[in-house]
């Protein structure tokens, strides 16, 4: 009976300081998801620019507050691979939408404090980081994409998150053809939107309402 009453109490203070622990104690702890998709935005010629936006949630899993200083992603396809830096914040409150690109409310990206237990939603913009990556062309096929942040805690790249996505023939047409407004003439930005891939999948796998 001692040794049982012995054995309860190491149990509870155990329990006891693991909860200490992890809701006072434990260290900025990062967490990035996406959601379902991502944008491409292509800029009319000449000075054509590849633009990348892709809503993202932050979440800090610690209990102490943290700070996301940068991020980047990579996109793996057709043998060759480029990097993005976030440069602009979308702070919209309208969806994003072809008509909507002169009014969008993009604001510089700075560094943002993530609280304990706190999920932040951010819709990031990111622009080719290098020469090479400003040479980015719409193809059709498959690719990588992994995220990668820089918080002061780590100040060195941390890999995320890693996913894929496809664009297709049609996709590639859409987003590669210029707009043109009716009003004005003036050829304007392309936009165009695709599902991540373990989003399409679980789509096809939506059980159906029998009839």
């Known amino acids: 009976m001692l040794i049982l009453s012995f054995v309860i109490s190491i149990i509870s203070l155990g329990i006891s ?15 990035v998801l ?10 009319p010629s ?10 993202l949630l932050f979440v800090n899993e610690g209990a102490q507050r943290g700070y996301v200083t940068n991020v980047g992603v990579s996109i793996d396809g057709h043998g060759a691979s480029h990097s993005f830096s976030a440069l602009y914040d979308d702070v919209s409150e309208m969806n994003f939408a072809v008509e909507e690109l002169d009014s969008v409310k993009w604001g510089a990206f700075s560094t943002f404090c993530i609280n304990p237990g706190e999920t932040i939603l951010k819709r990031l913009v990111f622009v080719p980081n ?27 790249w941390k ?10 023939e049609e996709v590639v047409t859409d987003i590669t053809r210029p707009k043109t407004a009716l009003a004005s003439g003036v050829t304007s930005s392309s936009l165009c939107s695709v599902l991540l891939e373990h989003e399409a999948a679980l789509l096809k796998n939506l059980p159906r309402t029998p009839y």
């Open 46 to 55: 000449p000075g054509s620019l590849v633009r990348i936006v892709i809503p």
């Open 130 to 156: 290098d020469v090479y990556s400003f040479n980015f062309r719409f193809r059709a096929g498959k690719f990588n994409l992994t995220l990668y942040t820089v918080t002061d805690r780590l100040t060195d």
């Open 17 to 31: 300081g693991y909860t200490i622990w992890s809701s006072r104690l434990a260290p900025f702890k990062l967490r």
């Open 34 to 43: 996406t959601t379902r998709r991502i944008d491409f935005i292509q800029t």
């Open 159 to 168: 890999h995320q998150l890693s996913t894929t996505f496809e664009l297709t």
